[in-house]
């Protein structure tokens, strides 16, 4: 096993905030001490509403911005001690873009090696390459800013790899994407781990990106790790799958429900109307059991599963929808 | 030496995308000549009362004024790019590699002096058209004075824009510290025509200094106390203004 290519322990960073009108300037704690470890070649998903640490947190490991607190290694290298060799191991595209729209993408892509100490020539064999990989062929003469959002964002993501990163972090990369372009992205990101065994880290607002990408997923609000492990797992600590079954009539239902949790064990159900809720740790194996000595006995007009969605696992984190907090 | 490679770097990538802009290229061409054909005319009538001392040319006054605006002006509104970048991205791009933070800055204030350099290089010789008389070695050390002088005004310019990163509140702050500047210097009428009071805020702004070293250089007076006191308040503005942006650059989160 190999040392993590990321490691903070009590990360933390804290705001003095400068009082306007009658309020007093008060500091405010952005990131609480979090601890973060990343193995080589995961892709970690860093999932959080809007104004949860996450960018303040990216942007301590990416060294933008100095931790208030705390200690980190990138790469093995010291965040506060040795920030030059944090840059050098990294790749970061940040939420903004990384372009000038009247460049031309060629150029940029050189420009952005030769930073790195990388030769002309071997900065234009890779940049056409990654170009070539990310199904940006044809835009090497293009300006930037004729690209379309997909491609202008997969250029992004090029020239976080040009100088081959071994972690690259990736701020909110498919916000204002099309569905397909989004997907495709994906895909791209997927395929940046697989070739080249780049950790990828990626900040995300969106639940079907972190369900969609990641290996493994820290779940970050107010500041603080709230949760962390694979989608699975996590969706499994909300408390399991629900097992719905429709009956004929209120009383129908309550006497199901009473059945059921005879069958399956002492278990939450829930009776609404003619509807009976159960949350089960398992919904794929309590359903066939359910159904074979529930019998002829009770009548039950549907059944249905619902896997709990990290939409779930949020709610039961944090108390609240990371919907609710987009609006 | 990495920070001059990087320096190059910064500066090749901003010429080039400046190069591109044919409107930039066009006005930044045109603007000395329009100082010259439409402001100059007036000043040979100026030059007839007397003000600016005695048997003078007026060309010889005129011209470094010129040159000196043409640095505080053409090198103060270089952060507006510098904002459009840092909002594209491409300046915390840079600052997540390793390149020197000094770097970034030095590489675009060298865009802004070279640009000032073939601009002030075009008035001087328009203005021999016109009629200015000065030795080549006054115009060369002139212009290089004013290209120096502007290396101040491009470092403070981006310090500026890069701390504000908003060009509603970056253009009010612009005009409300060039436009003191460019009045208390001397430049478009000689201070010796003001009150007393104005005349000590005059003394106190340091372009009034370059303005009149420049002055001197152009009567010839290269060695002269006022020519060498201009140089070498030059000298340390451009100084304290590369301190001043490269301390802004190397902060967080800028």
């Known amino acids: 096993m190999s040392a993590p290519v990321i490691e903070a322990r009590a990360l933390r960073k804290t705001y003095k905030v400068r009082g306007r009108g009658k309020e007093a300037p008060r500091t405010v704690e952005a990131v609480k001490g979090v601890d973060i470890t990343i193995d080589e070649g995961e892709i970690v998903g860093f999932l959080g509403p809007n104004g949860a640490g996450k960018t303040t947190t990216l942007r301590m490991l990416t060294t933008l911005l100095n931790p208030s607190g705390g200690t980190a290694t990138v790469n093995g290298h010291d965040l506060a001690k040795d920030p030059v060799s944090v840059r050098r191991s990294i790749g970061y595209v940040a939420q903004m873009g990384t372009t000038d729209p009247s460049a031309v993408a060629g150029e940029e892509l050189v420009d952005q090696a030769r930073l790195y100490g990388i030769d002309r020539k071997v900065a234009a064999d890779r940049g056409k390459a990654l170009l070539s990989g990310l199904d940006l062929d044809g835009i090497w003469e293009r300006k930037c800013g004729t690209l379309s959002g997909g491609q202008r964002r997969r250029l992004d993501i090029a020239m976080g790899l040009i100088h081959e990163p071994r972690i690259v972090f990736l701020d909110e990369p498919s916000t204002g994407l099309d569905p397909q372009s989004r997907a495709n992205l994906w895909d791209h990101i997927r395929r940046v781990r697989d070739d080249f065994h780049t950790t990828v880290f990626i900040t995300t607002h969106y639940m079907d990106e972190a369900d969609a990408l990641s290996d493994r997923l820290l779940v970050i609000d107010h500041g603080e790790i709230v949760g962390k492990g694979t989608a699975e797992e996590l969706k499994r600590s909300v408390g399991g799958d629900q097992v719905l079954l429709t009956s004929t009539s209120a009383d129908a239902a309550r006497a199901l429900a009473r059945a059921a949790t005879a069958i399956l064990g002492d278990l939450p159900a829930e009776v609404d109307g003619d509807e009976v809720r159960l949350t089960v740790p398992d919904g794929a194996s309590a359903l066939p059991k359910l159904l074979r000595e529930l019998g002829a006995s009770h009548d039950v007009e549907g059944v249905a599963v619902r896997r709990p969605t990290l939409d779930d696992v949020f709610l039961t984190m944090t108390g609240r929808s990371l919907r609710d907090e987009e609006n | 030496m990495t920070i001059a490679r990087d320096t190059w770097i910064i500066f090749t990538r901003a010429m080039r995308l400046s190069l591109r802009q044919p409107v930039w290229v066009v006005f930044g061409l045109l603007q000395p000549i329009l100082y010259l054909a439409l402001f100059g005319p007036l000043l040979e009538t100026i030059a007839d009362t007397r003000a600016f001392g005695e048997d003078v040319d007026a060309w010889q006054i005129f011209v470094p004024g010129l040159l000196v605006q043409l640095g505080l002006f053409g090198a103060s509104f270089v952060g507006f790019g510098l904002i459009s970048e840092w909002r594209s991205g491409v300046i915390e791009r840079m600052r997540v590699t390793p390149a020197s933070r000094a770097s970034l800055l030095l590489g675009r204030v060298m865009r802004d002096v070279v640009v000032l350099l ?59 510290v060039a436009l003191p500047l460019l009045l208390l210097s001397g430049i478009l009428l000689p201070m010796s025509l003001a009150p007393r009071w104005l005349q000590l805020l005059s003394d106190a702004n340091p372009l009034k200094h370059v303005v009149e070293g420049v002055r001197a250089m152009f009567r010839g007076e290269l060695t002269d106390p006022v020519a060498l006191w201009g140089v070498a308040i030059t000298v340390a503005l451009v100084l304290f203004g590369i301190a001043i942006g490269t301390r802004v650059f190397r902060r967080q989160s800028a």
């Open chain 2, 118 to 176: 073939v601009q002030g290089t075009i008035l001087v010789l328009v203005a021999l058209l016109f009629g200015l008389r000065a030795p080549w070695w006054a115009l060369v050390a002139g212009v290089g004075t004013v290209a120096l002088l502007g290396g101040c005004f491009a470092s403070l310019s981006y310090a500026v824009a890069l701390t504000l990163k908003s060009e509603d509140s970056f253009a009010p702050l612009l005009n409300g």
